[in-house]
């Protein structure tokens, strides 16, 4: 059959389920979007905001957001940034291509199941919406059942760095504020020029009725953050995402440290309050 | 009860007939190491240890004692937790994936001769490895498997500090079987202490009489002069605040010029648990997943996004005394310290732990402010 | 001996300045001395200071995880170090760091705030220097940014 695992005890946490590429679609010149399928028919369970392990069988393991909604019944979908030996070769992937995946692992942002009354601002630098796609999945298809108003502000380096221009279209004929900017212009770009907080003050939600979820660069979250408190969004109702590196997901290797938290227990998505003080701790 | 020291002889061939690989202490290159025992003779007769920062020696004398040293450089950590230990492998195989998990097919451990240090150590790992939201059944396994004989301190190093830490020098559970030897006008003989089923499985055999008030009390006797012995101690009250809220301390700097960040530390530490997870090839065309022993001291240990989150040995000295001390708290509900002292003996340059402690417990809040760097001039 | 108002009046920022304000600003200063390495500000903590640098650069940086320190722009004698001590929430946005040796005169700017609510004149008289100062920063930002020096795709 596709593939053995022969077991004398209970899968050892380390051992990754096989699944294949059943598609890819490439979103920049070096971010890479797979979905992916596992041979055994097994179906994954998990919330928006946590994250699997990828094997390259043969090169390695990184640590990746789950863009799908839980809800979603298709392939799990994995976007990617070629920056190393793992990544390139999930990224160089085709169809057919056989990937190990173990997980989910982590904290998630807290929206499945929980469609809040409040507004729900996602706020996104480059392929920090990868992270958070599934989120804004599920928060899209809750609105009809009376929840809060959905904002998606994005911001990217320049317009061709922009990833999911299709979902973002998808959200906004959904009914969701999606707003989009970019650092730098470039030809035949007729959008907003300027850092992802210009979206901000103008995007109208309700600063003293929201929850915030942030992911992108540090940089940008503590920056985005401190200009929502001065609108005054409630520290407490902010999200991060924060990053570390990242070898077991199981809390065993120690490598995802980052002071008292465990970020493959205790993240990656840490409530800002707690995540600032470590943010702004250097070296730590 | 009570038992003489070659009943020790029949004690490892019990254990051995029921099938554990029996380890214990024995000298080699001039230390105190695990190694396999077959009898009583195997073990440490007559040797003592004396140690300090940046100092082990063995000394050899006449006695006929055999635990009176207080501990060798590295506990039984490796035993449970490899330094080199293979995952899985696996094989393309015309465009299918074939993985076998890598079994651990050693025959079961039975150690005689843990410290009390060591077993708590072990509890430690207990709440990494299997008391977390994922268990590591390999090492769950083996943990449960091994018989552990802990022989309880008489004679402790300059280095120990096992008191403050509430792991020692004695012991009262979480062994099979708990020794403490004695030798006075009684003659040289182990009070002997059973801690569960498996324990009297294995002393079948074992000549034996019963513990007098007598044999009670000289183990008393010779806790409390274990105790009085330690010279070290480590101020726990209130410690992990006191860390964690002196990150930006000046004795962390100055710690740093001493340090050459080696990691001799984490290597002895009984309780360190970081590891690589790695994926290789070899020649054959087998993928092999191994976990390896890892030190936070390492440049790359930190690796994020092109660069280190810990480029200096400064903040990695504090990232390790930290984690140790405080932190530890905030993710396993315990202290990662059993005040084994090994990092202090270890350290090619003898830092101490418990003055580190102490010199930033003693100055809590000296912390650089806005313009404290600044000199004032007018 | 040179005084503290000398000093504040030798330096650009202070350039037409009344006697009156001078002495205002220079009763708010404090002459100050950075090693190499000494961080003058850290981001996030309470903006209550500014500087104005005497002698030395000082290097404006952001910092992130794994890329240590970021140096934003580096700024010498003659300029100014801080304006979020005039814009709530009062906390500096950048972390500030002496490359080398620095000397400074460091301003209690909460103290030039209250005063200037009591003076409107003295606060135009400041907020006029701060917005040069940063015009002029915001216009090389801006330049800066077009990536001039860089390939251009068509």
Known sequence: MASAIELDAPRSGLTPVLYRVVARRNETADVVTLWLESLDGSRLSF???????????????????????????????????????????????????VIGVRGPFGTDWGVTGNAAAIDTVIVAGGIGLAPLRGAVEELVAARSDGAGQVF??????????????????????????????????????????????????????????????????????RFTARALIELGVDPASIWVSLERNMQCGLGWCGHCQLGPLLLCRDGPVVGYVEANVLMNERER | MVLRADELTTLIRNLTDLGYEVKGPVVRSGAIVPGALSGVEDLPKGVHDEQGPGHYRLAHGDDETLF?????????????????????????????????????????????????????????????FIEGQHCDTRYAQRRENAFVAVVECSSPAATCFCDSMGTGPNIESGFDLALTELDDEGGHRFLARVGSPRALTALEGVVCSSASGYDLSARDA??????????????????????????????WAEVAERCLSCGNCTLVCPTCFCSD?????????????????????????????GGAVRPTTQSRYRQWMTHKLSTWWDQFDTTGCVGCGRCIAWCPVGIDITEEASAIERSDGATTVSLSSARSRS | ????????????????????????????????????????????????????????????????????????????????????????????????????????????????????????????ALLSRVTQELLGRLQSTRIRLLDLYGEHRG
């Open chain 3, 1 to 124: 001996m040179i005084t503290i108002d000398e000093l504040v009046g030798a330096h650009p920022f202070a350039a037409g300045l009344s006697d009156e304000h001078l002495a205002l600003v220079a009763g708010c200063a404090q002459n100050v001395a950075f090693d190499a390495g000494a961080m003058l500000c850290a981001e996030g903590e309470s903006a209550d200071t500014f500087f104005l640098l005497r002698r030395g650069h000082v290097s404006i940086e952001v910092h992130q995880a794994g890329r240590g320190p970021i140096v934003i722009e580096t700024v010498g004698s003659g300029n100014a170090v801080g304006w979020s001590w005039l814009v709530a929430p009062y906390r500096w946005t950048f972390d500030a760091r002496a490359l080398e040796p620095v000397g400074a005169l460091a301003i209690d700017g909460a103290c030039l705030r209250a005063k200037s609510f009591e003076d409107p004149a003295l606060g135009f």
């Open chain 2, 68 to 128: 009176d040293w207080a501990v060798g450089p590295s506990g039984w950590k490796s035993e449970f937790f490899p330094a080199h230990d293979e995952q899985w492998r696996a094989r393309s195989v015309d465009g299918y994936v074939e993985l076998v998990e890598t079994l651990d097919e050693r025959p079961p451990l039975a150690v005689l001769g843990a410290r009390p240090c060591e077993v708590a150590a072990l509890a430690v790992l207990d709440r990494v």
């Open chain 2, 277 to 305: 997870v790695r994926d290789a090839t070899d020649l054959d065309g087998d993928v092999i997943r191994e976990r390896t022993w890892a030190s936070c001291f390492s440049i790359d240990h930190s690796y994020l996004h």
């Open chain 1, 47 to 97: 919330q928006s905001g946590q994250f699997n392990m990828l094997s390259a069988i043969g090169v390695g393991e990184v640590a990746v957001s789950i863009s799908t909604s839980p809800s979603d019944p298709g392939p799990l979908l994995h976007t990617v940034r070629d920056v190393g030996a793992v990544t390139h070769a999930l990224c160089s992937s085709g169809v057919g291509d």
């Open chain 1, 152 to 221: 998606v502000l994005v911001g990217a380096r320049e317009p061709d760095q922009l990833v999911f221009l299709d979902d973002m279209a998808k959200w906004k004929k959904a009914g969701a504020v999606v707003l989009s900017t970019v650092d730098r212009s470039a030809p035949g770009w007729s959008g907003r020029v300027g850092l992802v907080t210009t979206l901000l003050s103008s995007a109208g939600f309700d600063a003293h009725h929201c929850r915030v979820l942030i992911c992108g660069p540090e940089i940008m979250m």
């Open chain 2, 222 to 251: 010779v806790l409390d002069g274990a105790r009085d012995q330690m010279v070290r101690h480590l101020d726990t009250d209130g410690l992990a605040g006191v860390l964690a809220r002196n990150l930006e301390h000046p004795r």
